[in-house]
C-alpha cells in the first residue's frame, strides 16, 4: 500500500472528500481491509461511510448489503501483496457499478428491499439470478 492510498482514507476520515464514486468506495475497503483484520475494516468502513452520507444530507442511501457484500468480496480477493492499481486490474467487475457484481448475487426484490438496506443479507440468487 502506498502513501497516497493511507493519504486517501485519512482524507476521508477527516471529512476532506467532497466527491465519493464507486471506484473510491472500492479503494477505500481496501486500504483498511489492509490496515486491519476483516471485521475491524468493516466496523471502520460502515462508521465511515454512514459520517460520510450523514453529511452530505444521504443517510437513506447507505445500504448495509451492499456494503458488507463488497468488503467481503475484495477480502476474498485479496491477495496481501498488491498494489491497489494491480488489485483494480486483476478485479475489473468490482468496478463495475452497472451490472453489478451484486446483481449476480442477489434477485432484485432482495437488494431492493427494507430490510437488505438496514442489514446484512446473504446472497439468494441461483444460478447467477
Known sequence: MNA?????ARA?????????????HVRLAWVYLR???????????????????ARHG????????????YLLLIHERMSG???F?????????LFRWKPSVIDALYRPETIASERARRMFVLPDARNGG
Do not use: C, K, M
Not at 58 to 69: C, M, P, R, V
Open 4 to 8: 497516497a492510498d493511507v493519504a486517501f
Open 12 to 24: 476521508f476520515e477527516r471529512g476532506e472528500v467532497e466527491e465519493f464514486h464507486h471506484a473510491d
Open 35 to 53: 490496515e486491519q483484520p476483516l471485521l475491524g475494516a468493516i466496523g471502520q468502513f460502515t462508521e465511515a461511510l454512514q459520517r460520510f452520507a
Open 58 to 69: 444521504a443517510s437513506a442511501l447507505y445500504h448495509e448489503t451492499i456494503t458488507w457484500a
Open 81 to 83: 501483496e498488491e498494489s
Open 85 to 93: 492499481e494491480e488489485f483494480r486490474g486483476a478485479n475489473p467487475e
